[in-house]
């Protein structure tokens, strides 16, 4: 299927670009409830200007269905590296103007659930010095465009799960203290590239973030559409990493090589920061203006 086909039946919020605020939002699962009716008033009621919504495999395994290709994020630890599963059934990219606009639609949608869910999780991200990091470093700098975004980003198939996408989202957690007391050129080589003209250091060690990372240097190529974002608490402050794919295949691999599982080389991001959560979703497609979840018997 052509992408722009693909991108019609797509989530809106996937290929628009990073909003100034935004709020990663998850819901568990109350026991006993009727997940079925809660789900149809999602379906029915969710806007799709709030942003994107993602469900993960507890969810579909719950309603009996079988989404494929989706799983459950996965617990991986490397060489003095791991990353933690929290997997969520439920999971909101919503997207603001202001704070207040992502406040309003996390309300909408927790009574749109009613209660067969609970709030489990609820992060504001914001966008940052025109698209970068805390660190200061450029994020998403090999983000695909046009056609090649919708490719990268969204999944073929069949009626129901075509434009559909897929998404990896981990909560990483920055040490900017450590990360500043270094020497500016130990800092780029950390990442790779150079805080001043973003250009990638081609003698940059094996360990550079750029060099774990470089989407095109997987066979076949692991390009992924990243809508990361920082987010700051008075003690705490990170990346809200969120890439949507055609598949999880796209990120695992990247994942993997990260934490050196296939050559034994840790990527030097793990010097400074860390993640403290983890998830996969899948995100419908729609159909007639609202959310299709007929992939789920909805």
């Not at 983000?143 to 559909?164: I, V």
Request: charged fraction near 25%; glycine fraction near 10%; hydrophobic fraction near 45%.
């Amino acid at each position: 299927m052509i992408a722009s086909v693909r991108a019609d039946l797509s989530q809106p919020g996937i290929l628009a670009p990073t909003p100034a605020v935004a709020r990663s939002v998850t819901f568990r699962i109350v026991p006993d409830s009727d997940l079925r009716r809660a789900m149809a008033r999602l379906r029915d009621g969710f806007e799709l200007d709030w942003g994107v919504a993602g469900i993960g495999e507890p969810l579909v395994r719950a309603l009996g269905a079988e989404i494929p290709g989706l799983r459950v994020f996965p617990a991986l630890a490397g060489a003095g590296a791991s990353v933690p599963s929290t997997q969520a059934p439920l999971w909101f990219f919503l997207r603001g103007a202001e704070r207040g606009a992502v406040f309003d639609a996390t309300e909408r949608i927790a009574a749109l659930l009613g209660d067969a869910f609970a709030l489990d999780d609820a992060l504001d991200t914001f966008l940052y010095a025109g698209g970068r990091d805390l660190s200061g470093y450029e994020d998403g700098t090999e983000n695909p465009k046009g056609d090649a975004a919708a490719d990268a980003a969204l999944a073929s198939g069949p009626a129901g799960l075509a434009g559909s996408s897929f998404a990896a989202v981990q909560r990483w957690i920055h040490d900017l203290a450590a990360f500043r007391s270094r020497a500016q050129a130990h800092r780029d080589a950390i990442i790779g590239r150079r805080l001043d003209t973003n250009e990638e250091i081609a003698d940059a060690p094996e360990s550079a973030h750029v060099k774990r990372a470089a989407q095109e240097d997987y066979d076949p190529p692991a390009f992924m559409l990243r809508r990361s974002m920082p987010w700051a608490g008075a003690h705490e402050r990170g990346l809200e990493f969120i890439a949507f794919g055609e598949s999880l295949d796209r990120y695992e691999r990247v994942l993997r090589r990260m934490l050196g599982l296939d050559d034994g080389i840790t990527d030097a991001l793990f010097s400074f920061s860390r993640p403290l959560r983890g998830g996969y979703y899948w995100c419908p497609p729609i159909a007639r203006g609202r959310l299709d979840l007929s992939g789920l018997g909805l």
